[in-house]
């Protein structure tokens, strides 16, 4: 097996909003690790959160009885997920828009 990256489309919050404008509802169901990167400035606390309804309804995704943060100029790795959806909320209103990149690793058998 031969693992390959992916660019995902991007998670926005918008100027004045706290959550993203779209989640990524696709191109989950292969992903070995997914990977967010933050922007260089964040006004609020942003925690990832993960659908397992396909983006219906959301939960804060957590590790060691922790909610999973991103600090500004940040990237967080998720190793085996088990969302087939995923998003970000911010703590407040975000100042200016947002722009999460966001990865994910996948294998390919040969």
């Given at each position: 097996m031969s693992r390959h990256?992916?660019?995902l489309p991007n998670l926005v919050i918008a100027n004045g909003a706290t959550a993203a404008t779209t989640p990524i509802t696709a191109y989950l169901d292969d992903a070995k690790?997914?990977?967010?990167?933050?922007?260089?400035?964040?006004t609020?606390?942003?925690t990832i959160r993960g659908s397992v309804d396909g983006g219906v309804t959301y939960v804060d995704a957590g590790?060691?009885?922790?909610?999973?943060?991103?600090?500004?100029?940040?990237?967080?790795?998720?190793?085996d997920p088990a969302f087939n959806a995923i998003s970000v909320l911010s703590s407040i209103a975000e100042g200016a828009e947002r722009i999460f990149q966001v990865i994910k690793s996948f294998e390919v058998s040969r």
């Amino acid at each position: 097996m031969s693992r390959h990256l992916a660019n995902l489309p991007n998670l926005v919050i918008a100027n004045g909003a706290t959550a993203a404008t779209t989640p990524i509802t696709a191109y989950l169901d292969d992903a070995k690790t997914i990977t967010l990167v933050a922007p260089a400035t964040l006004t609020g606390t942003i925690t990832i959160r993960g659908s397992v309804d396909g983006g219906v309804t959301y939960v804060d995704a957590g590790s060691g009885g922790s909610d999973i943060t991103i600090g500004a100029g940040n990237a967080v790795t998720l190793t085996d997920p088990a969302f087939n959806a995923i998003s970000v909320l911010s703590s407040i209103a975000e100042g200016a828009e947002r722009i999460f990149q966001v990865i994910k690793s996948f294998e390919v058998s040969r």
